[in-house]
């Protein structure tokens, strides 16, 4: 096995067709925030494990340009990367020449309140006795240190630009082409291969949805005032608007709306859009100063109500999208991997077939069920703020109103936004 270093699609080419199919127990399709954690997880362990991902994120050294794409992760996602001893590597970047960068802003206050009126909740990390409430961190650094981890594992080879072309489900293994002539086979195929997944197309696991006809808005800015270690958001009519503060002193922005007022955004030019997002914003931080690079991501809710299927299960946003306005579908997605990896591991140790049918089913009756209630938790907040029925408003303000003034209420909910609560995976528990 290659182990160490990514074997190059070109490389691989070479070898390619004359030889037999490479044999392994679990091949992941997809080297994302999520796939590579369950690459990590299953890294040291009893199964022989591929990770194919076609674009491979490098090491990222200081000073590289912030991404546009974040994430809040929840202490319960900090706890999985602290043992699976990726973290270090995503909070401090190291360079050749010595330098180190924080990359990672924990924050510890979060602000929401209601564009159209008085309701206001304020979480603070020290009132539920944790360091701090999540950590805000780019999704390219998360990947490029998972990633890099994977390295220090003999069991698990990474097929970095490889793209599975083919697959064919039998009833004892699954056999993979990849788009370089490369055949695999495994016993167990997992997709982490995001939201429009091929994994689950070729295993017929169906999804159920709809679009939300919104877009969210992407991009860092720098604000008069500090961000205060901060995630603030505000509901607006057309959708909530988040800032979330980064290592460097600005913020990340999440603006979600409809897609023509996000269409308009995106025109807009730099001081143009300042302009809008600091009045949207009630200025609540002053001024926008800065404005950096724009983008847009169509916004869904989609759930696959079978996440298994024979010789195949489904991870992340391959199972489950989530509104972004409460920062938990990487969340959600971290906790499905960390829970397959343990029940793949007793599996292994107990010499059964990790691909077996059963086996699976123990995987998806445990997440399945705390994702749903995530996935219905967000849709139903997002369509409360969403709705500019004057019931509905009272409703939001109220209620806003009444759990920042009940601290047991308060608290709970805090507690399930960090991951601390439910049937946690023994790796989202204390190291
Ligand atoms: C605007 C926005 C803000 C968000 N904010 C947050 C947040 O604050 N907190 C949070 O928890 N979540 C957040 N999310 C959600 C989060 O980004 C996703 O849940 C997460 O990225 C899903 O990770 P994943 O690894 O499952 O899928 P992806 O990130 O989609 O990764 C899939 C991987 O599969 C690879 N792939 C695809 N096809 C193939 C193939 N055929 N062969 C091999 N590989 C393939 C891709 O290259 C990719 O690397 C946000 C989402 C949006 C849109």
């Known amino acids: 096995m290659t182990g160490h270093r990514p074997t190059p699609a070109t490389d691989a080419a070479e070898r390619a067709a004359s030889s037999r199919p490479a044999e392994y127990d679990v091949v992941i399709v997809g080297g994302g925030m999520v796939g590579a954690a369950l ?42 990367f602290e043992n699976l001893g990726a973290w270090a590597a995503m909070h401090t970047l190291h360079g050749a020449d010595g330098r180190a ?27 539920v006795g944790e360091p701090a409430l999540g950590w805000i961190v780019e999704n390219r650094v998360v990947q490029a240190a998972l990633l890099a981890r994977l390295g220090a594992f003999d069991n698990v080879d990474t097929l970095a630009g490889a793209r599975v072309e083919r697959c064919e489900l039998h009833a004892d293994a699954v056999a993979l082409a990849l788009a370089d002539g490369r ?16 994994v689950r197309q070729w295993a017929r696991l169906d999804t159920a949805g709809w679009g939300y006809d919104q877009r969210a808005v992407v991009c860092a800015v720098r604000t008069a005032q500090p961000h205060g270690h901060t995630a603030w958001q505000r509901f607006l009519p057309g959708g909530p608007l988040a800032f979330l503060p980064l290592f460097d002193g600005r913020c990340s922005i999440v603006w979600s709306t409809t897609p023509a007022a996000a269409e308009h955004l995106l025109g807009l030019d730099a001081a143009q859009f300042a302009d809008e997002l600091g ?28 996440y298994v299927g024979a010789r195949v299960a489904l991870i992340g946003d391959a199972a489950h999208v989530v509104h972004p306005l409460a920062g938990q579908g990487a969340n959600l997605g971290l906790l499905d991997a960390a829970a397959l990896a343990e029940v793949l591991l007793a599996a292994a140790a107990a010499g059964h077939d990790p691909g077996a ?51 047991p209420a308060k608290t709970a909910l805090a507690r399930r936004a960090m991951g601390l609560a439910g049937d946690l995976p023994r790796l989202a528990r204390t190291a």
């Not at 990359?103 to 009132?127: K, L, N, Q």
């Open 39 to 80: 690459a990590c997880a299953l890294g040291d362990g009893a199964l022989r494990v591929a990770l194919i991902e076609p674009d491979w994120v490098a090491p990222l050294a200081p000073g590289a340009a912030v991404e546009a794409r974040v994430s809040a992760l929840t202490c319960a996602s900090q706890r999985i």
């Open 101 to 127: 960068e924080t990359r990672v802003c924990a924050y510890t206050g979060m602000e929401v309140w209601d564009a159209s009126g008085p309701g206001r909740i304020r979480f603070d990390a020290a009132a």
């Open 183 to 198: 055949e695999l086979r495994a016993r167990l195929l997992v997709g982490a291969d995001g939201a429009a997944s091929r």
């Open 279 to 306: 009045s949207a914003f009630g200025r609540r931080l002053g001024a926008i100063e800065e404005v950096g690079a724009r983008a847009a991501f169509p916004l869904r809710l989609q759930h696959t109500p079978h």
């Open 357 to 407: 049918f059963a086996v699976l089913r123990r995987y998806e009756r445990w997440r399945k069920g705390d994702n749903l209630l995530m996935l219905a938790a967000m849709d139903g907040l997002k369509r409360l703020f969403g709705s500019p029925l004057a019931p509905l408003r009272l409703v939001r303000n109220v209620g806003l109103g009444l759990v920042d003034a009940c601290t």
